[in-house]
Protein backbone atom coordinates (compact mmCIF):
# COMPACT_ATOMS: atom_id res chain seq x y z
CA UNK A 1 0.00 0.00 0.00
CA UNK A 2 1.35 3.28 -0.93
CA UNK A 3 1.18 5.40 2.09
CA UNK A 4 3.45 8.08 0.77
CA UNK A 5 0.66 10.99 1.05
CA UNK A 6 0.50 10.27 4.65
CA UNK A 7 4.44 11.07 5.59
CA UNK A 8 5.08 14.22 6.64
CA UNK A 9 6.94 14.78 3.58
CA UNK A 10 3.37 13.96 1.61
CA UNK A 11 1.11 16.29 3.82
CA UNK A 12 3.71 19.42 3.23
CA UNK A 13 3.26 18.11 -0.59
CA UNK A 14 -0.40 18.77 -0.29
CA UNK A 15 0.01 21.71 1.48
CA UNK A 16 1.81 23.94 -1.04
CA UNK A 17 0.39 21.47 -3.96
CA UNK A 18 -3.41 23.14 -2.93
CA UNK A 19 -2.35 27.08 -4.94
CA UNK A 20 -1.89 25.56 -7.90
CA UNK A 21 -4.71 22.80 -7.84
CA UNK A 22 -7.82 25.10 -8.27
CA UNK A 23 -6.04 27.32 -11.10
CA UNK A 24 -5.47 23.46 -13.18
CA UNK A 25 -9.17 23.13 -12.74
CA UNK A 26 -10.18 26.23 -14.05
CA UNK A 27 -8.34 26.03 -16.88
CA UNK A 28 -9.60 22.61 -17.48
CA UNK A 29 -13.08 23.73 -16.92
CA UNK A 30 -12.61 26.57 -19.53
CA UNK A 31 -13.22 29.29 -17.23
CA UNK A 32 -10.85 31.67 -19.22
CA UNK A 33 -8.99 34.58 -16.82
CA UNK A 34 -10.39 32.71 -14.02
CA UNK A 35 -7.64 29.93 -15.33
CA UNK A 36 -5.04 31.85 -13.30
CA UNK A 37 -7.05 32.81 -10.61
CA UNK A 38 -7.57 30.81 -7.08
CA UNK A 39 -10.67 29.40 -5.59
CA UNK A 40 -11.30 30.63 -2.19
CA UNK A 41 -11.14 27.39 0.52
CA UNK A 42 -11.52 27.42 4.19
CA UNK A 43 -8.13 26.06 5.70
CA UNK A 44 -8.45 24.14 9.44
CA UNK A 45 -6.20 24.89 11.68
CA UNK A 46 -6.63 21.78 13.78
CA UNK A 47 -3.73 21.58 16.51
CA UNK A 48 -2.62 24.16 18.68
CA UNK A 49 1.08 24.87 17.71
CA UNK A 50 3.06 26.98 15.12
CA UNK A 51 4.63 23.77 13.80
CA UNK A 52 3.70 20.67 12.48
CA UNK A 53 2.95 17.84 14.51
CA UNK A 54 3.73 14.26 13.05
CA UNK A 55 0.88 11.72 14.52
CA UNK A 56 2.00 8.44 12.86
CA UNK A 57 1.01 8.12 10.10
CA UNK A 58 -0.81 11.50 10.19
CA UNK A 59 1.31 14.89 9.56
CA UNK A 60 -1.36 17.52 11.41
CA UNK A 61 -0.63 20.87 10.17
CA UNK A 62 -0.16 24.01 12.56
CA UNK A 63 -0.18 27.36 11.84
CA UNK A 64 2.45 28.30 10.07
CA UNK A 65 2.18 25.64 7.48
CA UNK A 66 -1.46 26.31 6.92
CA UNK A 67 -1.01 29.56 6.03
CA UNK A 68 1.71 28.60 3.80
CA UNK A 69 -0.63 26.44 1.68
CA UNK A 70 -3.36 29.08 1.80
CA UNK A 71 -4.37 30.52 -1.47
CA UNK A 72 -5.72 34.39 -2.12
CA UNK A 73 -9.27 35.10 -0.37
CA UNK A 74 -8.76 31.71 1.90
CA UNK A 75 -9.86 31.64 5.09
CA UNK A 76 -7.60 30.16 8.40
CA UNK A 77 -10.31 28.79 10.04
CA UNK A 78 -8.96 28.45 14.21
CA UNK A 79 -12.64 27.84 15.57
CA UNK A 80 -12.27 24.19 16.66
CA UNK A 81 -9.33 25.97 18.54
CA UNK A 82 -10.41 26.04 22.52
CA UNK A 83 -8.22 27.86 25.10
CA UNK A 84 -5.15 27.81 22.68
CA UNK A 85 -1.89 30.06 23.06
CA UNK A 86 -0.05 29.21 19.89
CA UNK A 87 3.74 30.37 20.27
CA UNK A 88 5.96 31.16 17.63
CA UNK A 89 8.91 28.96 17.28
CA UNK A 90 10.79 29.96 13.66
CA UNK A 91 10.05 33.81 13.86
CA UNK A 92 7.14 35.69 12.02
CA UNK A 93 4.44 34.31 9.76
CA UNK A 94 4.87 35.47 6.24
CA UNK A 95 1.55 36.30 4.50
CA UNK A 96 2.42 36.26 0.71
CA UNK A 97 -1.17 36.46 -0.49
CA UNK A 98 -3.32 39.56 -1.14
CA UNK A 99 -6.16 38.53 1.07
CA UNK A 100 -6.58 36.57 3.88
CA UNK A 101 -9.00 35.64 6.71
CA UNK A 102 -8.54 34.38 10.20
CA UNK A 103 -11.28 33.93 12.37
CA UNK A 104 -10.98 32.42 15.42
CA UNK A 105 -13.85 30.84 18.19
CA UNK A 106 -16.30 33.32 19.36
CA UNK A 107 -14.95 32.95 23.14
CA UNK A 108 -11.68 34.85 21.93
CA UNK A 109 -9.73 31.73 23.53
CA UNK A 110 -7.40 31.55 20.79
CA UNK A 111 -3.68 33.76 21.27
CA UNK A 112 -0.80 33.99 18.99
CA UNK A 113 2.40 34.66 20.91
CA UNK A 114 5.33 35.97 19.57
CA UNK A 115 7.21 36.06 22.91
CA UNK A 116 8.64 39.22 21.88
CA UNK A 117 11.27 37.33 19.03
CA UNK A 118 9.59 38.72 16.29
CA UNK A 119 6.11 40.19 15.18
CA UNK A 120 3.64 38.01 14.26
CA UNK A 121 2.17 38.78 10.82
CA UNK A 122 4.17 40.15 7.64
CA UNK A 123 1.62 40.83 5.10
CA UNK A 124 3.35 41.19 1.61
CA UNK A 125 0.20 41.42 -0.08
CA UNK A 126 -1.90 44.81 -1.59
CA UNK A 127 -5.09 43.51 -0.43
CA UNK A 128 -6.27 43.03 2.84
CA UNK A 129 -5.83 40.63 6.02
CA UNK A 130 -8.87 40.38 8.19
CA UNK A 131 -8.54 38.88 11.98
CA UNK A 132 -11.86 37.99 13.81
CA UNK A 133 -12.44 36.38 16.91
CA UNK A 134 -8.20 36.32 17.55
CA UNK A 135 -5.59 37.87 19.96
CA UNK A 136 -2.23 38.80 18.92
CA UNK A 137 0.54 39.95 21.43
CA UNK A 138 4.19 39.79 22.83
CA UNK A 139 5.26 41.00 18.81
CA UNK A 140 8.48 42.39 18.55
CA UNK A 141 9.79 44.43 15.36
CA UNK A 142 13.80 44.08 15.97
CA UNK A 143 15.31 43.27 18.87
CA UNK A 144 16.65 45.69 21.45
CA UNK A 145 19.94 46.17 20.58
CA UNK A 146 19.43 47.07 16.71
CA UNK A 147 20.85 50.59 16.83
CA UNK A 148 18.94 52.78 15.19
CA UNK A 149 16.11 50.42 16.65
CA UNK A 150 13.87 51.05 13.70
CA UNK A 151 11.03 48.52 13.48
CA UNK A 152 7.75 48.70 11.92
CA UNK A 153 4.60 47.09 13.29
CA UNK A 154 5.70 45.22 16.45
CA UNK A 155 2.37 43.11 16.17
CA UNK A 156 1.23 43.21 12.57
CA UNK A 157 2.99 44.63 9.57
CA UNK A 158 1.28 45.07 5.60
CA UNK A 159 1.67 46.81 3.20
CA UNK A 160 -2.27 46.39 2.43
CA UNK A 161 -5.00 46.58 4.94
CA UNK A 162 -6.16 45.60 8.04
CA UNK A 163 -9.39 44.74 9.65
CA UNK A 164 -9.61 43.33 13.16
CA UNK A 165 -12.77 42.08 14.18
CA UNK A 166 -13.74 40.95 17.96
CA UNK A 167 -10.01 40.76 18.31
CA UNK A 168 -7.25 42.58 20.43
CA UNK A 169 -3.66 43.71 19.80
CA UNK A 170 -1.60 43.51 22.99
CA UNK A 171 2.36 44.26 24.44
CA UNK A 172 3.92 44.25 21.42
CA UNK A 173 6.69 46.61 20.29
CA UNK A 174 7.91 48.69 17.50
CA UNK A 175 9.17 52.62 16.78
CA UNK A 176 6.55 52.74 14.12
CA UNK A 177 3.36 51.48 14.87
CA UNK A 178 3.71 48.96 18.01
CA UNK A 179 0.63 47.12 17.71
CA UNK A 180 -0.33 47.35 13.86
CA UNK A 181 1.56 49.57 10.91
CA UNK A 182 -0.41 49.58 7.65
CA UNK A 183 0.36 50.94 4.50
CA UNK A 184 -3.32 50.78 3.22
CA UNK A 185 -6.52 51.08 5.74
CA UNK A 186 -7.16 49.93 9.09
CA UNK A 187 -10.50 48.84 10.65
CA UNK A 188 -11.35 48.26 14.29
CA UNK A 189 -14.78 46.66 15.26
CA UNK A 190 -15.32 46.24 18.62
CA UNK A 191 -11.51 45.08 19.41
CA UNK A 192 -8.93 46.44 22.16
CA UNK A 193 -5.48 47.48 21.56
CA UNK A 194 -4.10 47.49 24.61
CA UNK A 195 -0.32 47.79 26.47
CA UNK A 196 1.68 47.91 23.27
CA UNK A 197 5.16 50.12 23.34
CA UNK A 198 6.21 52.46 20.70
CA UNK A 199 9.79 53.35 21.06
CA UNK A 200 11.20 56.37 19.70
CA UNK A 201 14.46 55.79 17.80
CA UNK A 202 17.66 58.15 17.89
CA UNK A 203 18.57 57.86 14.34
CA UNK A 204 14.96 59.01 13.55
CA UNK A 205 14.43 62.45 15.63
CA UNK A 206 11.36 63.04 13.14
CA UNK A 207 9.69 59.72 15.00
CA UNK A 208 6.18 60.00 15.88
CA UNK A 209 6.17 56.69 18.37
CA UNK A 210 2.47 55.21 17.75
CA UNK A 211 0.24 52.40 18.54
CA UNK A 212 -1.20 52.08 15.19
CA UNK A 213 0.46 53.92 12.42
CA UNK A 214 -1.13 53.54 9.17
CA UNK A 215 -0.68 55.67 5.34
CA UNK A 216 -4.53 55.23 4.69
CA UNK A 217 -7.46 55.71 6.12
CA UNK A 218 -9.15 53.76 9.80
CA UNK A 219 -12.63 53.54 11.00
CA UNK A 220 -13.08 51.98 14.40
CA UNK A 221 -16.48 50.76 15.73
CA UNK A 222 -16.92 50.11 19.82
CA UNK A 223 -13.32 49.71 19.90
CA UNK A 224 -10.90 50.47 22.74
CA UNK A 225 -7.49 52.23 21.99
CA UNK A 226 -5.88 52.44 25.78
CA UNK A 227 -3.09 52.35 28.18
CA UNK A 228 -0.71 51.87 25.27
CA UNK A 229 3.03 53.70 25.29
CA UNK A 230 3.01 56.15 22.58
CA UNK A 231 0.19 57.87 20.88
CA UNK A 232 -3.03 55.83 20.25
CA UNK A 233 -3.16 56.50 16.65
CA UNK A 234 -1.57 58.39 13.81
CA UNK A 235 -2.53 58.45 10.41
CA UNK A 236 -1.65 60.35 7.20
CA UNK A 237 -5.22 59.54 5.97
CA UNK A 238 -8.56 60.14 7.41
CA UNK A 239 -9.53 58.72 10.56
CA UNK A 240 -13.48 58.36 12.05
CA UNK A 241 -14.13 57.15 15.52
CA UNK A 242 -17.77 55.62 16.01
CA UNK A 243 -18.06 54.71 19.55
CA UNK A 244 -14.89 54.52 20.48
CA UNK A 245 -12.54 55.34 23.30
CA UNK A 246 -9.04 56.29 23.21
CA UNK A 247 -7.45 57.10 26.43
CA UNK A 248 -4.70 56.72 28.76
CA UNK A 249 -2.04 56.73 25.85
CA UNK A 250 1.38 58.13 27.21
CA UNK A 251 2.33 60.38 23.88
CA UNK A 252 -1.66 61.63 23.04
CA UNK A 253 -4.25 60.21 21.58
CA UNK A 254 -5.19 61.07 17.44
CA UNK A 255 -2.80 62.68 15.12
CA UNK A 256 -3.83 62.88 11.78
CA UNK A 257 -2.79 64.71 8.37
CA UNK A 258 -6.01 63.74 6.73
CA UNK A 259 -9.81 64.44 8.43
CA UNK A 260 -10.47 63.31 11.85
CA UNK A 261 -14.09 62.58 12.41
CA UNK A 262 -15.76 61.30 16.13
CA UNK A 263 -19.17 60.21 16.85
CA UNK A 264 -20.35 59.00 20.11
CA UNK A 265 -16.82 58.69 21.19
CA UNK A 266 -14.39 59.27 23.66
CA UNK A 267 -11.01 60.61 24.12
CA UNK A 268 -9.53 61.16 27.40
CA UNK A 269 -6.64 60.82 30.01
CA UNK A 270 -3.47 60.65 27.26
CA UNK A 271 -0.19 62.29 27.63
CA UNK A 272 -0.48 64.40 25.02
CA UNK A 273 -2.90 66.42 22.82
CA UNK A 274 -6.19 64.39 22.36
CA UNK A 275 -6.40 65.40 18.91
CA UNK A 276 -3.51 66.54 16.99
CA UNK A 277 -4.93 67.61 13.24
CA UNK A 278 -4.33 68.89 10.07
CA UNK A 279 -7.03 68.72 8.50
CA UNK A 280 -10.65 69.47 9.07
CA UNK A 281 -11.49 68.03 12.30
CA UNK A 282 -15.44 67.52 13.77
CA UNK A 283 -16.37 66.22 17.02
CA UNK A 284 -20.26 64.67 17.55
CA UNK A 285 -21.65 63.89 20.36
CA UNK A 286 -18.30 63.19 21.88
CA UNK A 287 -16.28 64.14 25.53
CA UNK A 288 -12.38 65.52 24.51
CA UNK A 289 -11.47 65.03 28.57
CA UNK A 290 -8.67 65.16 31.19
CA UNK A 291 -5.60 65.21 28.38
CA UNK A 292 -2.41 66.48 29.59
CA UNK A 293 -0.32 68.60 26.43
CA UNK A 294 2.96 68.04 26.56
CA UNK A 295 3.23 69.98 23.41
CA UNK A 296 3.13 73.60 23.20
CA UNK A 297 -0.10 74.31 22.05
CA UNK A 298 -3.88 72.41 22.67
CA UNK A 299 -4.42 70.66 25.10
CA UNK A 300 -8.01 68.68 23.98
CA UNK A 301 -8.00 69.75 20.03
CA UNK A 302 -5.53 71.28 18.28
CA UNK A 303 -6.11 72.05 14.87
CA UNK A 304 -4.29 74.06 11.65
CA UNK A 305 -4.24 74.03 8.05
CA UNK A 306 -1.23 72.74 6.59
CA UNK A 307 1.61 74.98 5.26
CA UNK A 308 0.60 76.38 1.78
CA UNK A 309 -2.83 74.95 2.47
CA UNK A 310 -6.42 77.20 2.43
CA UNK A 311 -8.16 77.02 6.04
CA UNK A 312 -9.17 74.17 7.85
CA UNK A 313 -12.77 73.23 9.82
CA UNK A 314 -12.98 72.49 13.09
CA UNK A 315 -16.69 71.76 13.93
CA UNK A 316 -18.10 70.79 17.29
CA UNK A 317 -21.21 69.54 18.15
CA UNK A 318 -23.54 68.78 21.00
CA UNK A 319 -20.04 67.78 22.65
CA UNK A 320 -17.94 68.33 26.15
CA UNK A 321 -14.21 69.34 26.12
CA UNK A 322 -13.00 69.45 29.71
CA UNK A 323 -10.25 69.40 32.29
CA UNK A 324 -7.83 69.18 29.71
CA UNK A 325 -4.44 71.43 29.83
CA UNK A 326 -1.18 72.70 28.49
CA UNK A 327 1.74 74.66 29.19
CA UNK A 328 1.30 77.54 26.41
CA UNK A 329 -1.80 78.37 24.76
CA UNK A 330 -5.15 76.84 24.42
CA UNK A 331 -6.27 74.13 27.31
CA UNK A 332 -9.13 73.13 25.27
CA UNK A 333 -9.09 73.82 22.47
CA UNK A 334 -5.84 75.57 19.90
CA UNK A 335 -6.79 76.78 16.66
CA UNK A 336 -4.77 78.27 14.04
CA UNK A 337 -6.04 79.59 10.39
CA UNK A 338 -9.09 77.40 11.48
CA UNK A 339 -12.61 77.76 10.68
CA UNK A 340 -14.53 77.08 13.88
CA UNK A 341 -18.31 75.93 14.14
CA UNK A 342 -19.13 75.21 17.87
CA UNK A 343 -23.06 74.39 18.41
CA UNK A 344 -24.79 72.89 21.29
CA UNK A 345 -21.31 72.34 23.46
CA UNK A 346 -19.61 72.71 26.71
CA UNK A 347 -16.54 73.66 27.15
CA UNK A 348 -14.92 74.12 30.41
CA UNK A 349 -12.62 73.45 33.05
CA UNK A 350 -9.70 73.50 31.09
CA UNK A 351 -6.93 75.38 31.90
CA UNK A 352 -3.65 76.98 29.94
CA UNK A 353 -0.94 79.89 30.34
CA UNK A 354 -2.90 81.98 27.53
CA UNK A 355 -7.06 80.67 26.70
CA UNK A 356 -7.41 78.37 28.96
CA UNK A 357 -10.72 77.20 26.74
CA UNK A 358 -10.16 78.60 23.58
CA UNK A 359 -6.86 79.75 22.01
CA UNK A 360 -7.80 80.66 18.14
CA UNK A 361 -6.10 83.39 15.23
CA UNK A 362 -6.96 83.61 11.72
CA UNK A 363 -10.39 81.93 12.51
CA UNK A 364 -12.86 83.98 9.54
CA UNK A 365 -16.48 83.18 9.53
CA UNK A 366 -16.66 81.21 12.43
CA UNK A 367 -19.55 80.46 15.01
CA UNK A 368 -20.81 79.68 18.20
CA UNK A 369 -24.17 79.00 18.83
CA UNK A 370 -25.73 77.78 22.19
CA UNK A 371 -22.87 76.55 23.74
CA UNK A 372 -20.76 77.05 27.31
CA UNK A 373 -17.44 78.30 27.26
CA UNK A 374 -17.18 78.98 31.11
CA UNK A 375 -15.03 77.87 34.30
CA UNK A 376 -11.74 77.92 32.28
CA UNK A 377 -8.62 79.00 33.87
CA UNK A 378 -5.48 80.58 33.23
CA UNK A 379 -1.93 80.39 35.29
CA UNK A 380 -1.51 82.57 37.99
CA UNK A 381 -0.36 85.75 37.49
CA UNK A 382 -1.35 85.69 34.01
CA UNK A 383 -4.03 87.98 32.41
CA UNK A 384 -7.51 86.30 34.01
CA UNK A 385 -9.12 88.09 31.50
CA UNK A 386 -8.31 85.49 28.62
CA UNK A 387 -9.12 82.66 31.01
CA UNK A 388 -11.86 81.32 29.11
CA UNK A 389 -10.79 82.36 25.12
CA UNK A 390 -8.13 84.32 23.32
CA UNK A 391 -9.36 85.06 19.61
CA UNK A 392 -6.58 86.79 17.27
CA UNK A 393 -7.81 88.20 13.60
CA UNK A 394 -11.13 86.32 13.57
CA UNK A 395 -14.72 87.14 12.55
CA UNK A 396 -17.31 85.87 14.76
CA UNK A 397 -21.07 85.43 14.66
CA UNK A 398 -23.66 83.90 16.86
CA UNK A 399 -26.28 83.91 20.10
CA UNK A 400 -27.42 82.00 22.85
CA UNK A 401 -24.09 81.21 24.33
CA UNK A 402 -22.46 81.52 28.28
CA UNK A 403 -19.15 82.89 28.17
CA UNK A 404 -17.91 83.01 31.48
CA UNK A 405 -15.51 85.71 30.77
CA UNK A 406 -16.27 87.69 27.29
CA UNK A 407 -13.02 88.85 26.15
CA UNK A 408 -14.15 89.14 22.47
CA UNK A 409 -17.10 90.26 20.89
CA UNK A 410 -19.78 87.88 20.75
CA UNK A 411 -23.21 89.34 20.98
CA UNK A 412 -25.78 88.91 23.43
CA UNK A 413 -23.93 86.13 25.71
CA UNK A 414 -24.44 85.35 29.06
CA UNK A 415 -21.55 86.02 31.53
CA UNK A 416 -20.54 84.25 34.67
CA UNK A 417 -19.93 80.81 36.12
CA UNK A 418 -21.95 78.10 34.06
CA UNK A 419 -23.38 76.36 37.03
CA UNK A 420 -21.78 73.19 36.24
CA UNK A 421 -21.74 69.65 38.25
CA UNK A 422 -18.19 67.68 38.02
CA UNK A 423 -18.05 65.79 34.82
CA UNK A 424 -19.18 61.91 35.12
CA UNK A 425 -21.73 59.73 33.73
CA UNK A 426 -25.36 60.99 33.50
CA UNK A 427 -26.83 58.51 31.03
CA UNK A 428 -25.34 57.74 27.65
CA UNK A 429 -22.46 56.08 27.31
CA UNK A 430 -20.06 59.43 27.54
CA UNK A 431 -19.64 61.53 30.72
CA UNK A 432 -20.93 65.11 30.70
CA UNK A 433 -21.60 68.43 33.15
CA UNK A 434 -24.62 68.03 34.21
CA UNK A 435 -26.61 71.09 34.91
CA UNK A 436 -27.55 72.69 38.59
CA UNK A 437 -30.87 73.63 39.32
CA UNK A 438 -29.58 77.14 39.31
CA UNK A 439 -27.76 77.31 36.29
CA UNK A 440 -27.96 80.12 34.31
CA UNK A 441 -28.05 78.05 31.16
CA UNK A 442 -31.00 76.32 31.50
CA UNK A 443 -33.67 77.58 29.22
CA UNK A 444 -31.55 80.07 27.44
CA UNK A 445 -30.12 78.04 24.31
CA UNK A 446 -31.29 77.38 20.77
CA UNK A 447 -31.91 74.50 18.51
CA UNK A 448 -31.04 75.85 14.86
CA UNK A 449 -29.23 72.60 13.84
CA UNK A 450 -32.53 70.82 14.72
CA UNK A 451 -30.38 68.05 17.10
CA UNK A 452 -32.60 65.41 18.27
CA UNK A 453 -30.97 64.71 21.45
CA UNK A 454 -28.72 66.10 23.58
CA UNK A 455 -25.05 64.46 23.84
CA UNK A 456 -26.01 61.58 25.92
CA UNK A 457 -28.11 59.98 22.30
CA UNK A 458 -31.32 58.20 22.85
CA UNK A 459 -33.58 59.11 25.69
CA UNK A 460 -32.35 62.12 26.15
CA UNK A 461 -34.20 64.91 24.19
CA UNK A 462 -32.32 68.08 23.41
CA UNK A 463 -35.71 69.85 24.05
CA UNK A 464 -37.24 69.55 27.47
CA UNK A 465 -39.93 72.23 27.96
CA UNK A 466 -40.32 76.00 25.96
CA UNK A 467 -36.93 76.23 25.38
CA UNK A 468 -33.67 74.19 25.17
CA UNK A 469 -30.36 74.40 27.69
CA UNK A 470 -27.44 76.17 26.71
CA UNK A 471 -24.83 73.64 26.18
CA UNK A 472 -24.27 70.03 25.93
CA UNK A 473 -26.51 68.44 28.20
CA UNK A 474 -30.28 69.35 28.22
CA UNK A 475 -31.58 68.91 32.01
CA UNK A 476 -34.76 66.53 32.14
CA UNK A 477 -37.92 66.91 33.31
CA UNK A 478 -37.10 64.09 36.01
CA UNK A 479 -33.37 65.73 36.74
CA UNK A 480 -32.99 65.38 40.73
CA UNK A 481 -30.25 66.83 42.60
CA UNK A 482 -29.55 63.37 44.40
CA UNK A 483 -27.39 62.77 41.32
CA UNK A 484 -25.19 65.58 41.49
CA UNK A 485 -24.29 65.23 44.77
CA UNK A 486 -21.81 61.52 44.82
CA UNK A 487 -25.04 59.73 46.62
CA UNK A 488 -25.41 57.74 43.21
CA UNK A 489 -22.68 57.16 40.64
CA UNK A 490 -22.89 55.32 37.28
CA UNK A 491 -20.01 53.00 36.42
Do not use: W
Not at 174 to 185: D, F, K, R, T, V
Not at 390 to 407: A, D, F, I, Q
Not at 423 to 435: E, N
Amino acid sequence: MNSSSNSPRGYRAVASRRKHLAACLAAALGLGGLATQAIAATDTVKVCSDSDIYHPPLLLLGLRSTVAGANDGDTIDMTALSNCTITLTAGEIPITVNNLLFTGPTSQNVTIDAHKASRIFDHTGTGGVTLSYVSLKNGYSDPPDTPTRVGFGGCVFSKGSLDLEHSTVSACEAAYGSAIYAAGNVSLTRSVVTGNNAYRTDGYPDNLPATIYLHGTLLAKYSQINSNNGSGIYGRGNITLDNTTVNGNSYGGVSAQGYVTLNASIIDSNAGVGINGFGAVTVNGSTISNNKSNFPDGGGISVSAKAGTLATTLTITNSTISGNSVSNQGGGIYAYNTQIKISNSTIAYNAAAVGGGIYATSCSNSTIQSSIIADNSVAAGNNQFYSDAHLGLCTLSGSNNLVGVLSFPLFGALTGPAGLTPLAYHGGAVKTHALLATSPAIGKGNNLLNLATDERGTGFPRVVGAAIDIGAYERQANDDEIFYNGFQQEP
